[in-house]
């Protein structure tokens, strides 16, 4: 294989650049130790799983796929060893082998040690930030010290009482990734000369990048370990791990309302969800009419008591049972505006909204969102966010510096609550425009 010598990746992972959008800095790094003894190419190795694992600003399939689409970055001279051999995955999209090299060595990780609490695998799973994150964290920490130090969490792995320093965690990664290295030494050699082998770490790659996503931040998206209040006897029997509301403003109205949901069904039979919008003012709650846009469609409401609001249902294309899962999209607008809107408002009618999470570039994986697109010439004066507060309430400004104030700018809002969202409240995004 056309690996790079050791002692200049070595050389190129201490002094060279990253491009592109990976940080115009020097890259520092700390090898923990020697290297051990072994071949040129198991040394490249070594040298390029060590850098992977101290970068702190983003997940190391990024690294990988910017190594393979950039040659002359700093992330292809430190990577080349790893990526190059994917050549032979013919007429294979850069997308495709970065997640064929990622998935060679999370299935590499998976069958080190002799059981999922090994010291080596522990250590490997922090530094590669694969799933599962200790219990009592929302996500693998920037730096790779600081991804030790959160094993320290993990009962029993590196001794009882747990130590207070990382030492041992730093002793069982210098074995691990020399171990780690070995054996893709060997895989690598034989991708190199079949590349249809490859195509089964594609997948692996791909099922790790999505758990990746999940299990950054596994209990604040199901909801563990966050405190629920008991919903109301007639809430649906559904939980929001995720929900997007995306509105475009015309002028100082709704135009559109778009909500995406990702849903845990409660109980067995669910086979729908229902929504009522309302316009958002202050003197007239009219409804809206709904919309199906993706994976429901409009179906007979279900009786309700004389005189109540009948909000319109959202069918399933299929019947969840508890613990299933359910992602669907629908949107509201207001096609006969008479006034202003004073706020963009969710109200929980349902067991709740997991607490906000995001993945490694910023963008929200759990939790709800509001984001609202305002016109450039139809700018608000403030915005704020508000939550389990009155209709009053949600209506004053908060004093400069409070941090409910989101920033204007050029007219796209957007908030996530990082607390969960719990039942039978209401939560939003309020603004107050000049003429008020």
């Given at each position: ?33 020697p ?29 990988l ?21 994917s ?36 250590t ?115 939980f ?88 669907f ?54 915005c ?9 309430e ?19 809002v ?23």
């Amino acid at each position: 294989m056309p690996f790079t010598s050791s002692s200049v990746l070595a050389e190129a992972c201490r002094s060279l650049p990253l491009g592109h959008d990976e940080a115009e800095e020097t890259v520092a790094i700390r090898l923990d130790g020697p290297l051990a003894g072994g071949s040129p190419e198991r040394a490249d190795i070594e040298v390029a799983l060590r850098w992977l694992a101290i970068r702190k600003d983003g997940a190391p399939l990024r690294f990988l796929r910017y190594a393979i689409e950039e040659p002359a970055s700093g992330s292809a001279a430190a990577l080349g060893c790893l990526v190059e051999p994917s050549t032979s995955l013919a007429a294979a999209a850069s997308e495709s082998r970065a997640f064929a090299v990622w998935g060679l060595i999370v299935d590499e990780i998976g069958k080190l040690g002799s059981a999922a609490a090994s010291r080596r695998r522990c250590t490997l799973t922090a530094a590669f930030r694969l799933p599962p994150v200790p219990a009592a964290e929302t996500g693998w920490k920037a730096t790779l010290d600081d991804r030790f130090q959160q094993l320290t969490k993990l009962p029993g792995v590196f001794g009882d009482p747990p130590p207070i320093t990382t030492t041992p965690m730093h002793k069982a990664w210098r074995r691990a990734v020399g171990t780690l290295a070995d054996c893709l030494v060997e895989r690598l050699e034989s991708l190199w000369e079949d590349g249809r082998e490859w195509q089964d770490y594609v997948e692996i790659g791909r099922r790790a990048a999505e758990q990746s996503a999940r299990g950054l931040s596994w209990e604040r998206r199901s909801g563990a370990g966050a405190e629920f209040r008991a919903p109301s006897p007639g809430a649906q029997p559904v939980f929001v791990e995720r929900m997007l509301v995306r509105v475009v403003m015309h002028r100082e109205l709704v135009s559109r309302r778009t909500t995406e949901r990702d849903i845990v069904a409660r109980e067995d039979g669910v086979d729908g969800f229902d929504v009522l919008a309302s316009a958002g003012r202050t003197a007239d709650p009219s409804e809206l009419p709904v919309k199906a846009i993706w994976a429901c469609r409009l179906v007979p409401p279900r009786a309700t008591p004389p005189g109540d609001p009948v909000p319109t249902r959202l069918g399933f294309s299929k019947v969840l049972r508890r613990g299933d899962r359910y992602y669907f999209v629908s949107e509201t607008g207001d096609d006969d505006p008479e006034d202003w809107q004073k706020w963009i408002n969710v109200a929980v009618d349902h067991h709740g909204i997991a607490p906000g999470a995001f993945d490694d570039h910023g963008r929200p994986i759990a939790g709800l969102t509001v984001q609202v697109n305002f016109e450039p010439r139809c700018l608000p004066d403030a915005c704020w966010w508000y939550a389990e507060q009155t209709a009053l309430e949600r209506l004053r400004r908060p004093p400069d510096g409070d941090r409910r104030l989101l920033e204007v700018g050029d007219g796209f809002v957007e908030h996530t609550f990082e607390e969960p969202c719990q039942p039978r409240e209401e939560y939003g995004i309020a603004f107050k425009w000049p003429h008020e």
